[in-house]
């Protein structure tokens, strides 16, 4: 019996090969699209948890509360691990890390510029689960000097040679030892470097027992720490332990209240506590991507329902014959069902192969930061999931017009009078408007975030941000000579203007808390983020000063010393503070000289913060010129002669300004691409439906088509008169869509602090343009049926 | 084998009850041919229907065989519908996606015949109705007397105790009804019931009985030319 359904309903697709391409391509695509989510989801679930000791394995970060401001870093000092695992017997061990910035790497004659490698602690070894290519985990960062590669960047600089043994010469460090080559951390991993050196080498040849004193646990908090805890040991039992520590050891300290917390390894990527900003990024984008597979999937069922019941009429006849010669009404929903979920099964291959060529041949990888793959044998959730996938799709898909078809009664089927497209057909409209709904929104969203992105790149941020190249000075011997570097910088013919700092927009500030004179007289201690520029900073990056003047003269420890530091601040400041007169106001190691006008050094995300600005006291090791617009290639030429001039030997590395913003927005980029894409899945989608569903109904009125044309219509007017329906649903359709569009838009903007506002003309857009593709849809159906010669229509019957 | 008591059949629209067969009391015999007869819109596609359980009577009584048909569930009402009844319409109702084998094999398949025995009444049957050669065909590739034939073919497939065959010669041009009301005739005489409804006076001729129906009442009996 299964045999002969399964022959049938084959044979059933191949007839109607018009109908069945679309239905089985459009099912396909939704099937495909719930493939990819599937794999994105699991690859953000199982983010970290690959690693065999996750569910032991915290990551520790530090409450601190400094001058009534409280704030939860990931970071902490150095003496966090060693201290805390001598106190508290549960911790196994401890893992340390610390980010090495951009640094120079040379192997004999080359010299490679990293970005990504980490100091690290043995334990990132051992504690983690990474596969070692060559050498292996246990001795791997153990000694001082020594390093462990991932595959792509021992590729890189050894080919495929086994490099263990080499050394390498890291930029301030020395040379390095290689004794291992690791497989790269997966993307959804959260430590994600292309090298570890060891932890140990940063304090080599220091008195550890001096340094690492619980009194220095507040200062120089930039490391990462991670623990191992022994089997068993809870995140409640390690809080109880770590208070009984400070007490002990920190809460006499100084005015400083510090709290050790920790969370589960698991819980960094999507709801975590320490970081919750970045956790709630990816949360979100996890909802709103698994949100939008399902409607995906949703769309595509709808064609199905519908064109299933649109063709019920076909299908009435031979249910009722069915009927007559013995069928129950269970074997008819029996078999209907069955036919679905063979149908189901042939989309479901389309949507495997589908899903492939999306992830092989698109950028979607790309764009969401992954490396999802299709590998029913080798991933074990796939095989039970697209059982599942199929199960869920043929019942849903199949439920509905398997009951509609078998309820038809036999008699008024073979008189023809039931299954005609009439029956049914408020819920096909229903879902044909509910389809466009989605997909209206889809688009209106996705105009909205092309207009959000537009207005964040076009956004005056308050300085200058074309034509500014950053060049980063690292090496030490480089960088006492920093100055004299801008200086042969700021020569160039090209350059308007040159100066050094110790951030740049995008980088973010680092903050320090220091008593400030209120308008009433006294001091207070105020946490405020602080840039370190010189006096060109200003000129260089058209900042302007509005009031008081700029720094006089270098700042030097003696300024620190003497208190007489110059400070500019911004706006912001002024406003906090509530200061009438700023200038000449007093702070803790120094005086306010100057004011500039606010300027957007964080993302557009976050509202502009109270800074204040001294000259740098250290060399600041980021050279930014500005430079002219019309002969940009001649002065980057200039500016790479003076740098190999400065720095015989080490590569020209510079960045744009712009561009370097612009990578701030590299997520939210993210989220505009895959919304574009899902929003023309959709529209594809749902004018499949469209389309067939119209070419459907005009088959049905061929013959009125005929007659009316004998009858002298016009075929304007027939066109006319066979489209009007469809767009009453798609302006429908857009009625319904704004309102909801309008939350949904709402809900994303609130991550900007500063919003494109939500005007009418996204909607108008999204609307318009939405229509005229349903309308083109279904006019090359309507003008094709109206121009069909009448009498060939009326022939039959 | 059958009677029916008082079968009354109504349609209700809105407040309007219209009555398509009023009070109709009919007793047919095991082996009979009855032909049913009447003007356009009488009645008769209605009885039939309520004969081969397709549909339900407003009221009244229907005994197949002493079972109350009328008192059966609707799966009770399937499977004796399923055992016992073939019917054979105007316009032939072949199912236009599968081929002439399958056709005949379709109400096999609901009343769970095992493959080879299916193979084997198929093929039977084929032979009998001499259309072994158009067996892979689909019913748009055959004429309307072959068509027609097939509908008997598989209508008997089951080897159904009652034939209940509505028109079955419409369609056709006179010899093709000929061979089909011969076929009927040959049918009744291996034991087989049949009830047919017609307008044609030479069909009526084949059977025993004629009932006259009109404007849903059974109006008159009469014995046929043969019976
Ligand atoms: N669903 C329905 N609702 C209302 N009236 C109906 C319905 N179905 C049939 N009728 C009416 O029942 C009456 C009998 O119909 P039936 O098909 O039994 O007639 P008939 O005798 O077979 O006619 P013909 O010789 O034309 O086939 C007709 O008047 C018809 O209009
Ligand atoms: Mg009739």
Same mark, same amino acid.
């Given at each position: 019996?299964?045999?002969?359904?399964?022959?049938?309903?084959?044979?059933?697709?191949?007839?109607?090969?018009?109908?069945?391409?679309?239905?089985?391509?459009?099912?396909?695509?939704?099937?495909?699209?719930?493939? /990819?989510?599937?794999? @994105?989801?699991?690859? !953000?679930?199982?983010?970290?948890?690959?690693?065999?000791? $996750?569910?032991?394995?915290?990551?520790?970060?530090?409450?601190?509360?400094? +001058?009534?401001?409280?704030?939860?870093?990931?970071?902490?000092?150095?003496?966090?691990?060693?201290?805390?695992?001598?106190?508290?017997?549960?911790?196994?061990?401890?893992?340390?890390?610390?980010?090495?910035?951009?640094?120079?790497?040379?192997?004999?004659?080359?010299?490679? #510029?990293?970005?990504?490698?980490?100091?690290?602690?043995?334990?990132?070894?051992?504690?983690?689960?990474?596969? @070692?290519?060559?050498?292996?985990? $246990?001795?791997?960062?153990?000694?001082?000097?020594?390093?462990?590669?991932?595959?792509?960047?021992?590729?890189?600089?050894?080919?495929?040679?086994?490099?263990?043994? #080499?050394?390498?010469?890291?930029?301030?460090?020395?040379?390095?030892?290689?004794?291992?080559?690791?497989?790269?951390?997966?993307?959804?991993?959260?430590?994600?470097?292309?090298?570890?050196?060891?932890?140990?080498?940063?304090?080599?040849?220091?008195?550890?027992?001096?340094?690492?004193?619980?009194?220095?646990?507040?200062?120089?908090?930039?490391?990462?720490?991670?623990?191992?805890?022994?089997?068993?040991?809870?995140?409640? !039992?390690?809080?109880?332990?770590?208070?009984?520590?400070?007490?002990?050891?920190?809460?006499?300290?100084?005015?400083?209240?510090?709290?050790?917390?920790?969370?589960?390894?698991?819980?960094?990527?999507?709801?975590?506590?320490?970081?919750?900003?970045?956790?709630?990024?990816?949360?979100?984008?996890?909802?709103?991507? +698994?949100?939008?597979?399902?409607?995906?999937?949703?769309?595509?069922?709808?064609?199905?329902?519908?064109?299933?019941?649109?063709?019920?009429?076909?299908?009435?006849?031979?249910?009722? /014959?069915?009927?007559?010669?013995?069928?129950?009404? +269970?074997?008819?929903?029996?078999?209907?069902?069955?036919?679905?979920?063979?149908?189901?099964?042939?989309?479901?291959?389309?949507?495997?192969?589908?899903?492939?060529?999306?992830?092989?041949?698109?950028?979607?990888?790309?764009?969401?930061?992954?490396?999802?793959? %299709?590998?029913?044998?080798?991933?074990?959730?796939?095989?039970? $999931?697209?059982?599942?996938?199929?199960?869920?799709?043929?019942?849903?898909?199949?439920?509905?017009?398997?009951?509609?078809?078998?309820?038809?009664?036999?008699?008024?089927?073979?008189?023809?009078?039931?299954?005609?497209?009439?029956?049914?057909?408020? /819920?096909? #409209?229903?879902?044909?408007?509910?389809?466009? %709904?989605?997909? /209206?929104?889809?688009?209106?969203?996705?105009?909205?975030?092309?207009?959000?992105?537009?207005?964040?790149?076009?956004?005056?941020?308050?300085?200058?941000?074309?034509?500014?190249? %950053?060049?980063?000075?690292?090496?030490?011997?480089?960088?006492?000579?920093?100055?004299?570097?801008?200086?042969?910088?700021?020569?160039?013919?090209?350059?308007?203007?040159?100066?050094?700092?110790?951030?740049?927009?995008?980088?973010?500030?680092?903050?320090?808390?220091?008593?400030? !004179?209120?308008?009433?007289?006294?001091?207070?201690?105020?946490?405020?983020?602080?840039?370190?520029?010189?006096?060109?900073?200003?000129?260089?990056?058209?900042?302007?000063?509005?009031?008081?003047?700029?720094?006089?003269?270098?700042?030097?420890?003696?300024?620190?010393?003497?208190?007489?530091?110059?400070?500019?601040?911004?706006?912001?400041?002024?406003?906090?503070?509530?200061? #009438?007169?700023?200038?000449?106001?007093?702070?803790?190691?120094?005086?306010?000289?100057? *004011?500039?006008?606010?300027?957007?050094?964080?993302?557009?995300?976050?509202?502009?913060?109270?800074?204040?600005?001294?000259?740098?006291?250290?060399?600041?090791?980021?050279?930014?010129?500005?430079?002219?617009?019309?002969?940009?290639?001649?002065?980057?030429?200039?500016?790479?002669?003076?740098?190999?001039?400065?720095?015989?030997?080490?590569?020209?590395?510079?960045?744009?300004?712009?561009?370097?913003?612009?990578?701030?927005?590299?997520?939210?980029?993210?989220?505009?691409?895959?919304?574009?894409?899902?929003?023309?899945?959709?529209?594809?989608?749902?004018?499949?439906?469209?389309?067939?569903?119209?070419?459907?109904?005009?088959?049905?009125?061929?013959?009125?088509?005929?007659?009316?044309?004998?009858?002298?219509?016009?075929?304007?007017?027939?066109?006319?008169?066979?489209?009007?329906? @469809? *767009?009453?649903? *798609?302006?429908? $359709?857009?009625?319904?869509?704004?309102?909801?569009?309008?939350?949904?838009?709402?809900?994303?903007? !609130?991550?900007?602090?500063?919003?494109?506002?939500?005007?009418?003309?996204?909607?108008?857009?999204?609307?318009?343009?939405?229509?005229?593709?349903?309308?083109?849809?279904?006019?090359?159906?309507?003008?094709?049926?109206?121009?069909?010669?009448?009498?060939?229509?009326?022939?039959?019957? | 084998?059958?009677?029916?008591?008082?079968?009354?059949?109504?349609?209700?629209?809105?407040?309007?009850?219209?009555?398509?067969?009023?009070?109709?009391?009919?007793?047919?015999?095991?082996?009979?041919? =009855?032909?049913?007869?009447?003007?356009?819109?009488?009645?008769?596609?209605?009885?039939?229907?309520?004969?081969?359980?397709?549909?339900?009577?407003?009221?009244?009584?229907?005994?197949?065989?002493?079972?109350?048909?009328?008192?059966?569930?609707?799966?009770?009402?399937? &499977?004796?519908?399923?055992?016992?009844?073939?019917?054979?319409?105007?316009?032939?109702?072949?199912?236009?996606?599968?081929?002439?084998?399958?056709?005949?094999?379709?109400?096999?398949?609901?009343?769970?015949?095992?493959?080879? &025995?299916?193979?084997?009444?198929?093929?039977?049957?084929?032979?009998?109705?001499?259309?072994?050669?158009?067996?892979? =065909?689909?019913?748009?590739?055959?004429?309307?007397?072959?068509?027609? =034939?097939?509908?008997?073919?598989?209508?008997?497939?089951?080897?159904?105790?009652?034939?209940?065959?509505?028109?079955?010669?419409?369609?056709?041009?006179?010899?093709?009804?000929?061979?089909?009301?011969?076929?009927?005739?040959?049918?009744?005489?291996?034991?087989?019931?049949?009830?047919?409804?017609?307008?044609?006076?030479?069909?009526?001729?084949?059977?025993?009985?004629?009932?006259?129906?009109?404007?849903?009442?059974?109006?008159?009996?009469?014995?046929?030319?043969?019976?």
């Amino acid at each position: 019996m299964i045999w002969i359904l399964l022959k049938q309903t084959l044979r059933g697709i191949f007839r109607d090969k018009f109908h069945s391409f679309i239905n089985v391509f459009g099912l396909g695509l939704g099937i495909a699209c719930c493939i /990819i989510g599937l794999l @994105f989801i699991q690859d !953000e679930w199982s983010a970290d948890r690959r690693h065999a000791n $996750a569910g032991r394995i915290y990551r520790y970060g530090v409450q601190m509360t400094i +001058g009534g401001v409280t704030g939860v870093q990931t970071t902490c000092n150095a003496a966090a691990g060693p201290l805390l695992k001598e106190f508290i017997p549960g911790i196994e061990s401890y893992i340390r890390i610390g980010s090495a910035g951009e640094i120079l790497v040379k192997h004999k004659a080359d010299a490679f #510029q990293e970005e990504n490698f980490l100091w690290a602690d043995p334990g990132l070894l051992t504690a983690f689960s990474h596969s @070692f290519v060559h050498g292996n985990p $246990a001795d791997g960062l153990n000694r001082n000097n020594t390093m462990v590669l991932t595959r792509s960047l021992a590729r890189k600089i050894f080919g495929e040679r086994n490099p263990v043994g #080499q050394m390498l010469e890291i930029e301030n460090h020395g040379p390095f030892e290689i004794t291992g080559v690791i497989a790269d951390p997966p993307l959804s991993d959260h430590l994600q470097f292309t090298a570890l050196l060891s932890f140990s080498t940063l304090f080599k040849g220091l008195d550890q027992a001096e340094l690492f004193q619980p009194s220095n646990l507040s200062g120089d908090m930039g490391y990462g720490l991670y623990f191992l805890f022994a089997p068993g040991f809870t995140a409640e !039992e390690f809080a109880a332990q770590e208070r009984r520590f400070y007490g002990k050891y920190q809460a006499a300290v100084d005015g400083i209240q510090y709290l050790g917390l920790v969370e589960p390894l698991t819980d960094i990527r999507l709801r975590s506590s320490l970081d919750s900003g970045q956790a709630a990024v990816n949360a979100r984008f996890l909802f709103w991507f +698994g949100g939008i597979v399902l409607f995906i999937l949703f769309l595509a069922c709808v064609n199905y329902v519908n064109l299933t019941t649109a063709r019920a009429s076909k299908r009435a006849k031979e249910i009722g /014959i069915k009927k007559v010669v013995g069928s129950s009404h +269970g074997a008819l929903v029996a078999h209907l069902l069955t036919e679905s979920l063979v149908f189901v099964l042939v989309a479901l291959a389309a949507g495997i192969i589908l899903a492939q060529i999306i992830l092989a041949l698109t950028p979607l990888n790309e764009v969401i930061g992954k490396n999802l793959q %299709v590998n029913p044998l080798s991933n074990p959730i796939l095989l039970p $999931a697209l059982a599942a996938i199929w199960v869920v799709v043929g019942v849903l898909a199949g439920l509905y017009p398997a009951f509609y078809l078998a309820r038809l009664s036999p008699v008024r089927t073979l008189k023809g009078k039931a299954g005609s497209p009439a029956a049914g057909r408020f /819920i096909r #409209q229903a879902l044909l408007v509910a389809q466009f %709904v989605i997909t /209206i929104a889809a688009v209106a969203l996705t105009l909205l975030m092309v207009r959000q992105l537009d207005y964040v790149h076009g956004k005056d941020l308050g300085f200058r941000k074309d034509h500014v190249v %950053v060049i980063k000075v690292t090496e030490a011997g480089l960088l006492n000579r920093v100055d004299a570097f801008k200086d042969e910088v700021r020569r160039c013919p090209g350059v308007r203007a040159a100066a050094c700092s110790n951030a740049v927009p995008g980088l973010g500030y680092t903050g320090f808390a220091f008593n400030w !004179e209120t308008s009433s007289g006294e001091m207070k201690l105020h946490a405020f983020p602080s840039l370190q520029a010189d006096s060109d900073y200003f000129r260089t990056m058209d900042i302007q000063l509005i009031q008081g003047r700029n720094f006089s003269r270098p700042a030097s420890r003696a300024d620190f010393r003497n208190k007489s530091l110059e400070v500019v601040v911004n706006e912001r400041l002024v406003r906090l503070m509530g200061w #009438q007169e700023p200038i000449g106001k007093r702070f803790q190691y120094g005086t306010v000289v100057g *004011v500039v006008r606010d300027f957007h050094f964080d993302p557009l995300h976050y509202d502009i913060r109270p800074v204040f600005i001294t000259a740098p006291m250290d060399p600041a090791p980021y050279v930014s010129a500005s430079i002219r617009g019309d002969r940009i290639r001649e002065t980057l030429q200039q500016l790479r002669a003076r740098w190999q001039a400065f720095a015989p030997g080490y590569p020209f590395a510079y960045t744009f300004l712009d561009q370097r913003i612009a990578r701030i927005y590299t997520e939210d980029e993210k989220q505009q691409k895959l919304a574009t894409l899902f929003a023309g899945v959709c529209l594809l989608i749902s004018c499949l439906g469209l389309f067939a569903l119209a070419s459907f109904t005009i088959g049905q009125r061929t013959k009125e088509i005929g007659i009316r044309r004998a009858l002298g219509a016009s075929l304007a007017s027939v066109v006319v008169l066979l489209g009007r329906r @469809f *767009v009453l649903w *798609v302006l429908l $359709a857009n009625a319904l869509a704004w309102p909801l569009t309008y939350l949904a838009m709402r809900q994303w903007l !609130e991550s900007f602090v500063f919003r494109t506002p939500i005007g009418i003309g996204v909607f108008l857009l999204a609307g318009v343009s939405v229509l005229l593709v349903a309308m083109l849809t279904v006019s090359v159906q309507s003008i094709r049926a109206a121009r069909a010669n009448p009498v060939d229509s009326l022939r039959y019957e | 084998m059958i009677r029916l008591r008082d079968i009354t059949r109504y349609y209700t629209n809105g407040f309007v009850k219209t009555f398509v067969l009023r009070g109709v009391r009919l007793d047919v015999a095991e082996g009979e041919f =009855l032909t049913i007869m009447g003007p356009s819109g009488a009645g008769k596609s209605t009885l039939l229907h309520i004969l081969g359980m397709l549909d339900a009577t407003s009221e009244g009584e229907y005994y197949f065989h002493d079972i109350p048909v009328h008192e059966l569930t609707e799966r009770r009402r399937t &499977e004796l519908h399923q055992q016992n009844i073939g019917f054979v319409f105007q316009s032939y109702h072949l199912i236009d996606d599968l081929t002439v084998y399958e056709n005949l094999e379709t109400p096999l398949l609901y009343k769970k015949v095992k493959a080879a &025995e299916r193979k084997s009444l198929v093929a039977d049957m084929l032979d009998r109705f001499g259309i072994v050669a158009k067996k892979d =065909l689909f019913p748009a590739q055959l004429s309307g007397g072959q068509q027609q =034939l097939v509908a008997v073919a598989r209508a008997m497939i089951i080897h159904p105790r009652l034939i209940l065959a509505d028109e079955p010669t419409g369609n056709l041009n006179s010899k093709q009804g000929e061979e089909i009301m011969a076929l009927f005739r040959e049918l009744n005489r291996a034991g087989t019931t049949i009830i047919q409804v017609t307008h044609s006076e030479k069909n009526a001729a084949y059977s025993h009985r004629i009932i006259h129906l009109c404007d849903g009442w059974v109006t008159g009996h009469q014995l046929a030319a043969s019976g």
